[in-house]
């Protein structure tokens, strides 16, 4: 711990931030790859639709079981080894596992164990983004920097999304000759060949980049927060489950992982209104691209205007929840339904929620403080693949798809409840905030956890 209380910025921390970001935008990238071209593959691999959509539940089940050694390895390697070896490495050779043969059956398991290793890629980025941003960035760039992180992230979707159905031949738009001969087949193959080939060099660039110039920390710490010291893992994770302020907040957070979800399965719930693939695409597409631009605003302005976290964010949820409803009312028939209403409620409703999952991540972590911030995270983060495990389920017991609409204004509707029952405390904010003292002591809510410094 620095003693004598010497705290700087560094302008190489913009830099940590980008590779940073690319790296969580390529994780995202890479979960996208398969569905956006899910009936080439069925024509060109003669792949199944159970085999595109395990595609996607592998990296969701991998994900949910290395979360309990995460945490530990974090602790064990730091913030360096864990992003280069953990992370990168993992995601960079498993891209690269993809391109040793484009036969069908080897290729469904080499994307298979690239699934899983991009699950376990997706964890990693839960457990150290806000690490890092604690570990470079001033109390005054925090939120700006996780939105930045979020924003990137969720970007990442948007390339497989547009460019791969233009890159790769679509069996139904080509003649019925061409579908029964071997050469469709053969092109779709190549045709897919080269964007692994292309996925893979941007992995190992992303590699090389962290490998070479990735610090742990910058050479001091940039507020007393990033230096001082944090609960034990057993301690926090008793911290975390017993203190109101931090289950609701955590709760709330878990609850919007299924609206976030329901991107995913767009096409389901608003197929029923005679919307076809590529109108709902455009929905998709719009609503990454605004909430990108959200996250950006949102937690800029957090930090300009501080104190304002839990407001903004109730009325975000409050936003959301009433287009939600309107699109639930359009969708059960209740209201007559056109496009344009549809296109405003859809995408109003995902906007207004993925917007300020930034300032969600920097609320935990104020409230949470001093429990550290990859514990919090994960924790949280794991209950809500839960609950999206459960939405997800749903599908196999439900009929039809009306039911999506229920889940959908509920788990909008609980998070802002749940937030509304609490008082938000700017715990880690606050410490920072003590300036020209001589060990200040900062005790949190639960009188557990004292702070000091020496200025001399």
């Known amino acids: 711990m620095n003693s004598k209380g010497d705290f700087d910025v560094v302008k190489i921390r913009w830099y940590i931030l980008l590779i940073y970001s690319i790296y969580a935008s390529f994780q995202a990238c890479i979960f996208n790859t398969w569905g956006p071209i899910a009936q080439s593959?069925?024509?060109?691999?003669?792949?199944?639709?159970?085999?595109?959509?395990?595609?996607?539940?592998?990296?969701?089940?991998?994900?949910?079981?290395?979360?309990?050694?995460?945490?530990?390895i974090v602790q064990k390697l730091g913030l360096r080894n864990?992003?280069?070896?953990?992370?990168?490495?993992?995601?960079?050779?498993?891209?690269?596992l993809r391109c040793v043969s484009m036969d069908a059956e080897i290729l469904k398991i080499t994307a298979f164990i690239c699934a899983a290793c991009n699950g376990w890629t997706s964890i990693m980025i839960e457990g150290t983004l806000t690490l890092l941003v604690v570990t470079w960035f001033p109390a005054?760039?925090?939120?700006?920097?996780?939105?930045?992180?979020?924003?990137?992230?969720?970007?990442?979707?948007?390339?497989?999304?547009?460019?791969?159905?233009?890159?790769?031949?679509?069996?139904?738009?080509?003649?019925?000759?061409?579908?029964?001969?071997?050469?469709?087949?053969?092109?779709?193959?190549?045709?897919?060949s080269y964007i692994l080939y292309v996925e893979a060099a941007i992995g190992i660039l992303i590699f090389v980049c962290v490998l070479l110039y990735f610090p742990n920390n910058p050479p001091n710490p940039p507020s007393h927060t990033a230096q001082a010291e944090r609960k034990k893992i057993l301690p926090g994770l008793r911290l975390i489950f017993t203190d109101w302020g931090n289950m609701a907040s955590g709760l709330a957070f878990a609850c919007i992982t299924v609206p976030l979800m329901w991107i995913a399965v767009v096409n389901q719930n608003l197929e029923p209104l005679g919307l076809d693939q590529v109108e709902t695409g455009y929905i998709s597409t719009s609503i990454i691209g605004v909430s990108f631009m959200f996250n950006l605003i949102n937690s800029r302005l957090a930090d300009i205007f501080y104190g304002n976290l839990k407001l903004v964010i109730c009325m975000s949820?409050?936003?959301?929840?009433?287009?939600?409803?309107?699109?639930?009312?359009?969708?059960?028939?209740?209201?007559?339904?056109?496009?344009?209403?549809?296109?405003?409620?859809?995408?109003?409703?995902?906007?207004?929620?993925?917007?300020?999952?930034g300032l969600f991540y920097e609320l935990l972590m104020e409230i949470h403080f001093p429990v550290p911030e990859s514990l919090v995270t994960l924790a949280w983060g794991q209950l809500g693949r839960i609950f999206a495990a459960i939405f997800l389920g749903m599908f196999s017991v439900l009929p039809g798809v009306s039911w999506m609409n229920y889940f959908l204004v509920g788990f909008t509707l609980i998070p802002l409840l749940l937030l509304l029952s609490i008082k938000m405390e700017y715990n880690r904010s606050?410490?920072?905030?003590?300036?020209?003292?001589?060990?200040?002591?900062?005790?949190?809510?639960?009188?557990?956890?004292?702070?000091?410094?020496?200025t001399s």
């Not at 539940?57 to 309990?68: D, F, S, Y």
């Not at 864990?82 to 690269?96: E, N, Q, R």
């Not at 890159?167 to 193959?189: F, M």
Request: glycine share 6%; proline share 5%.
């Open 41 to 72: 593959l069925k024509t060109g691999f003669n792949w199944t639709d159970e085999d595109i959509a395990w595609m996607g539940n592998v990296k969701i089940v991998a994900g949910g079981l290395t979360v309990p050694v995460t945490y530990p």
């Open 430 to 454: 606050n410490m920072d905030n003590i300036e020209h003292a001589i060990k200040p002591k900062y005790t949190n809510k639960c009188n557990e956890f004292i702070y000091a410094y020496d």
């Open 317 to 357: 949820l409050l936003a959301s929840c009433c287009m939600s409803t309107w699109l639930a009312l359009l969708c059960l028939e209740v209201l007559p339904a056109n496009k344009h209403s549809v296109f405003i409620s859809a995408i109003g409703s995902m906007v207004f929620i993925r917007g300020v999952i």
């Open 140 to 192: 005054g760039e925090r939120t700006t920097a996780t939105g930045i992180i979020v924003a990137t992230q969720m970007l990442g979707l948007v390339p497989p999304s547009i460019l791969f159905p233009i890159l790769v031949d679509d069996p139904g738009k080509t003649t019925s000759q061409l579908i029964n001969d071997n050469s469709l087949a053969d092109t779709i193959q190549s045709q897919v």
């Open 82 to 96: 864990t992003v280069v070896w953990s992370g990168v490495a993992s995601l960079s050779v498993s891209t690269a």
